[in-house]
């Protein structure tokens, strides 16, 4: 029920963020997470950001899939 | 069948096929008619015409890449051309709200004049009328036109000679002018670098069509999208049509749009592509011909038909999984859920 | 973000695959409660990819499904009066009222506007002082704090002709009531963009009382697939648990920041759904002190219930009790341009999803 996008913040503004979708850009409120810094990863929805993503936790899936299924990927 | 007409009539999609199926082609039933192409092919003193007509009421009047009278002119030509014509006369009827900026129509009017002879077609009647404020958008252009065809050539709007093996060809990136106008009516609240793909394509197919016998099918992809001239194709030929979801060119851009609003790029509107079916034999040449020219550099491979007697586009996905195209009933909306 | 492009490999997602039929042991079937999953899954063309033995149905997890009917009619009372503007999520503009969808209304001259945001609708409330603008609120805890800080950002800017006519809904109630008429499936795959807001712990019950595997999943086809091998692992080891496979946007505390706006500004109340009746607690309506915003409170509006055509097996549909094709009307009479019921309205409800999708092609699966 919950389309929800992943971008990359390029700029603040107060409770505003710019968002970087690939090749597109887009402004979302940030009042609902929490020290958003340039850089981050935000899944966007309904014009807000709704949680920072973890470039440590996707790391750990990428770990996961190496060893349970011994894929080889990195 | 409903008792009003809805905006999803119009959108290209299942509701204007019932529309059409159940109320235009009911009455009028003709056996040109009853092809349901692009263009007509009429037959005067054995040779061949293509005959077509079309409306334009696109709003806003002016977007990125053109406006309503480059629209007409090209989608006018495309529609002959696609039916393996030579597009060479059109007609152009204008309805214009009072109080529309006469500057803004001299703007139009230049553009179709433009248009034409880039198209190396003439427009050759018109009428004007001008209805109170409020009782059209702006302006509303209807065209005509006719296209020479030569006999050999009748079978390419009905794909008649269409069979397994056949390669499926587009010229270019799905999406672009669907996503340009939504850009243009301030709808989108997303930035980007977007134009419609709004061009005539029938420099583009006479090149191909010097491979007259290879070329089995084409049709131009307007509303309803790429998607949409697949499913009527299958369901036209009794055909089974297999689509990879890799090889089919979306821009960095419209994907990253399409992924936010919830839209399938499939069903995108352009005005500026051809879908062909070609012959395996010659795919690979008409594919470079295609590659050769400013409007087909994009050119790519989609698909293939993969069997008769069944009528169902498959498509590849991206992680080599199936699934069925289908028409939609109407227009996209964007979705949150 | 390092790792996006392959969530989306077609050689990590058959390596998957070939993993899950390793320990494919008997038959299977897994439920997810969200209207996003179903596109995906389909989208991804995932079922076709599956051993045969592993079934996935749909849940009630569409909040465009799940809205009654006279919340849409009532939506439709307010458009028909000039002096209002009613802004909507797209996805609301299709659903059959009882006597017609909005988008019918708007062609009869209403002023409906689809937005992509409530700030957006708070934003026409701000420039159309003379109309009163009415923002119909729907999803689950994904959408639901969006509309809560949008509720105090018009409270702050004294914007009181923005009004919000709320079918905001509580996914754990939902959960309960579908496992507590009996349940046809041994896996959950859970929301997980509910779960970034919600947590891990609203699912909890699920495995410790109902024995029900639980994997919190992403969205693309490698999160899917991967969530659906933990199940599989978690049905073979006899040892349900809530898992996130979503890890790098769940947190198993979940967004306390998001659930603070939700609990400062809606209160739990009972509420329809559409295929399920009323569910207690399971909805959401503005607290007092925000009443003012509230659109029942302000117009005289008709209590919501919904009424679904005698033999619609929606309700069961949901229930993932039956499957679409069994419905008499599927396909017929009701078509995505001509729905009869909730599940056929939106293009994540399970039977448009099933008739977009799958409709003649039960040979295109894998049959491993």
Not at chain 2, 116 to 144: E, H, L, P, Q, W
Not at chain 2, 228 to 239: D, I, P, Y
Request: aromatic share 6%; net charge negative.
């Amino acid at each position: 029920m919950c389309l929800s996008v992943p971008g990359k913040v390029i700029s603040l503004d107060g409770s505003c963020a710019k968002v970087q979708i690939g090749e597109i850009t887009c402004e979302v409120c940030i009042k609902l997470v929490e020290e958003v810094e340039i850089g981050d990863y935000i899944l966007i929805h309904a014009g807000f950001a709704i949680e920072k993503l973890s470039q440590e936790k996707a790391d750990e899936i990428l770990k996961l899939l190496n060893e349970i299924f011994c894929m080889g990927y990195s | 069948m409903d008792p009003e007409i809805s905006i999803g009539h119009g959108s290209g999609g299942a509701m204007t096929r019932d529309l059409i199926e159940g109320l235009f082609q009911s009455s009028f039933n003709n056996d040109i008619l009853d092809r349901l192409s692009d263009s007509a092919v009429i037959n005067i003193n054995n040779s061949s015409l293509a005959f077509t007509t079309d409306s334009y009421v696109i709003d806003p009047v002016f977007f990125p890449g053109g406006n309503i009278g480059k629209l007409a002119i090209c989608g006018t030509v495309n529609d002959l051309a696609v039916s393996g014509s030579v597009p060479a006369y059109i007609t152009c009827g204008f309805i214009i709200e009072e109080g529309f900026s006469i500057s803004q129509l001299k703007e139009i009017i230049q553009s179709m004049a433009n248009e034409a002879r880039v198209a190396g077609v003439k427009i050759v009647a018109g009428d004007t009328k001008v209805v109170n404020r409020g009782k059209c958008d702006k302006i509303f252009i209807n065209t005509s036109g006719i296209g020479l065809l030569k006999n050999r050539d009748i079978s390419i709007s009905t794909a008649g000679r269409i069979s397994p093996g056949d390669k499926i060809l587009i010229n270019g990136p799905i999406g672009d002018h669907a996503i340009a106008i939504l850009k243009a009516r301030g709808d989108l609240g997303i930035e980007l670098d977007i134009e419609s793909d709004c061009a005539s394509l029938n420099d583009l197919i006479s090149q191909v069509m010097v491979y007259q016998g290879d070329i089995i099918f084409m049709r131009d992809a307007t509303r309803g999208g790429l998607a949409t001239v697949l499913v009527e194709l299958a369901e036209m030929t009794g055909s089974v049509i297999e689509i990879s979801e890799p090889d089919i060119p979306v821009r960095e851009s419209v994907k990253s749009v399409c992924e936010l609003l919830g839209f399938d790029p499939l069903y995108l509107a352009n005005e500026g592509k051809v879908v062909m079916v070609v012959s395996q034999q010659k795919c690979d040449l008409i594919l470079e011909t295609l590659r050769s020219h400013k409007l087909g550099k994009e050119s790519r491979v989609i698909g293939e038909i993969a069997s008769m007697n069944k009528g169902e586009v498959i498509l590849k996905t991206i992680i080599g999984g199936k699934r069925q195209i289908n028409m939609l009933a109407s227009d996209q909306l964007p979705r949150i859920c | 973000m390092r790792f996006a492009g392959q969530l989306r490999s077609k050689d990590i997602a058959t390596s998957i695959i070939e993993r899950i039929c390793e320990i494919n042991d008997g038959n299977y079937v897994l439920m997810e409660v969200c209207g996003s999953h179903t596109m995906a899954i389909h989208r991804f063309g995932i079922p076709s990819m599956l051993p045969s033995s592993i079934r996935l149905i749909s849940g009630p997890g569409c909040p465009v499904c799940v809205t009654s009917s006279g919340f849409i009619e009532n939506a439709v009372t307010l458009a028909r009066n000039p002096g209002n503007i009613i802004t909507t999520f797209g996805d609301l503009l299709r659903v059959p009222g009882k006597s017609m969808t909005l988008e019918r209304c708007r062609g009869n001259g209403s002023d409906i506007r689809v937005v992509k945001s409530p700030l957006e609708a708070l934003e026409i409330a701000a420039v159309n002082k003379r109309k009163k603008v009415i923002f119909l609120g729907i999803g689950f805890e994904t959408t639901t704090p969006s509309a809560a800080i949008t509720i105090q950002e018009a409270d702050a800017r004294k914007v009181d002709n923005f009004f919000l006519l709320s079918a905001h809904k509580v996914m754990q109630p939902a959960l309960r009531a579908l496992v507590t008429d009996g349940i046809k499936f041994e896996g959950l795959i859970a929301p997980g963009h509910v779960s970034a807001i919600t947590g891990s712990s609203i699912y909890m019950f699920l495995a410790e009382d109902f024995n029900l595997a639980c994997v919190i999943s992403g969205f693309e086809p490698v999160d899917i697939l991967l969530s659906i091998y933990m199940l599989i692992k978690q049905i073979n080891d006899g040892k349900p648990r809530v898992e996130i496979q979503y890890s790098r946007a769940v947190k198993p505390e979940g967004n306390s920041q998001a659930r603070a706006a939700i609990e400062q500004v809606f209160m739990q109340v009972d509420d329809w759904w559409r295929g399920l009746g009323v569910i207690r607690n399971s909805g959401l309506a503005l607290r007092e002190e925000y009443k003012s915003f509230d659109a029942r409170d302000h117009f005289e509006l008709a209590p919501e219930e919904n009424n679904e055509p005698a033999g619609c097996l929606c309700g069961s549909i949901m229930k993932g009790l039956k499957s679409p094709p069994e419905c008499p009307y599927f396909g017929k009479e009701c078509r995505p341009q001509d729905p009869v019921g909730a599940c056929m309205v939106s293009q994540e409800g399970a039977c448009q999803a099933f008739y977009r999708y799958n409709r003649k092609h039960d040979q295109i699966r894998t049959g491993k």
